[in-house]
């Protein structure tokens, strides 16, 4: 039994004594303590614990309502999100009455609910370099159930800094990741992935959706794992990455391996949190990231971002505020490194952004402009911009020599993310006049047609 | 000599839906090359321009990381498994 050799069990005997249990919760706990791995003193065990989740949303949503009922005695929950209409196909901890609170206030009723004998902590907070260490260090482990690369390194940093493990899930359409990161021994997230990919890349699940009950699967495990580390038995998923396929059904583990190169864990290089933000290329693709890091506290000695050079689909302009600079890429076998490297010692190209409502303005009047939904056709069918031809990303590099570069081109997509590549893209293989809408089809949806149903 | 590499959902669609494709060469690399230029959608997500891997994007032979075993120099054996693990981050 691997055991634990885990913040878990010294702070158990370093600080704390383990609580009574009592008639009430003895009779809610009696299945646990007639388990043999548990019992009693296991039930103390959990009742004495404090796990932080960070993230109520699809993940952490599962994970808190088994933690608290088991009775994990102290949730810490961090998110700073309210809950919307589209988080609930997934998100279990909220309910259609909750639309519009703050997902904490919804997740403290609920866990309340579950098991009163819980001690819920609210953190209304993007977690970040600021006050990750002085939130995690409270906290025997971590249960990362965040939305984006940025805060996942964070979550990472500071679990290697503070030497608490953290309960690692991911998910993606209809597939997952899980593991336990940052033990003693074994490896951490960064040993796992190096870098994370160029913003844009990996699509969010906001931009390439996820089916409803995988974060279920996925989250359920995290929990499990979780109460594993506490009672210190079983063997918990250190050095193996779980891999869950739903449309499969197939589970599989692969071996991973603490590296020892690694900044964080490996030559621990890395001793302070640093510019999440940055190291992740800037804003990602969705306004939608929901636990996104931000600021900065010390410039960090860790490595630079991917210096590979990505081509269509690996984009690295920044799609956030106004001009944007087109960075790297090129179109399709257009381009090569050599191009791209000559275009970006030259003047950097630009897109310019324009809002829904300028668009509309200018729709009416009947400039005199293409506009390109850069998004899917199944997205195309759920709603469009009238007007709009649609030019999918997944076959962009075919279809740009149907597009006229003597013309202005104004590109959209869903929320803006990858509209914002394809921008930087066509401005990069010479388009001169190339602009984004910003927010996409949603933002249009909520400043210009409300008839157009938002997804 | 031939070996198994099994693509996650998200990099199937780039390889005509197939989720295991079959695939020959003496080193993992060629062998990564030799589908690489079968799909060439799939090229840009598995390699960067020079032809090696990115670090988000992590092979797996026979279940074991190779930037522990050799990288894409390793050595392949008729019926290997190759599992290609992207990062995503969602939750």
Known sequence: MTGLASPVARRDAATTAEPELSREEILRYSRHLILPDVGVSGQRKLKAARILLVGAGGLGSPAALYLAAAGVGHLGVVDFDTVDVTNLHRQVLHGTADVGRSKLASAADRLKDVNPHVHVEPYETRLTSENALEIIEEYDLVVDGTDNFATRYLVNDACVILDRPNVYGSIFRFEGQASVLATPDGPCYRCLFREPPPPGLVPSCAEGGVLGVLPGLVGTIQATEAIKLVLGIGEPLIGRLLLVDALALSFRTMTIRRDPTCPACGTREIRELIDYDAFCGAGESTPASSHASTHSSTAGSSSSPSSSTPSLSTPSSNPSSTPAAAAAPTLGSAGTAAAAAQAQAQAPATFTEVTPREIAERLARGDDFDLIDVREPFEWEICRIEGARLVPLSTFPAAVASLDPTREIVVQCKVGGRSARVAALLVQSGFPRVANLVGGITRWSDEVDPEIPKY | ?91
């Open chain 2, 1 to 91: 000599m031939s070996i198994t590499i099994n693509l996650p959902n998200v990099l199937s669609r780039l390889a005509d839906g197939q989720r295991s494709l079959k695939a020959g060469g003496a080193t993992l690399g060629a062998a990564v090359a030799e589908v690489s230029s079968r799909f060439p959608a799939l090229r840009s997500r598995l390699t960067d321009d020079a032809g090696n891997p990115y670090p988000f994007v992590t092979f797996y032979l026979n279940d074991e990381d190779i930037r522990f075993a050799g990288g894409f120099d390793a050595a392949i054996r008729d019926g290997d498994e190759v599992t290609i693990v992207p990062a995503v981050a969602g939750g």
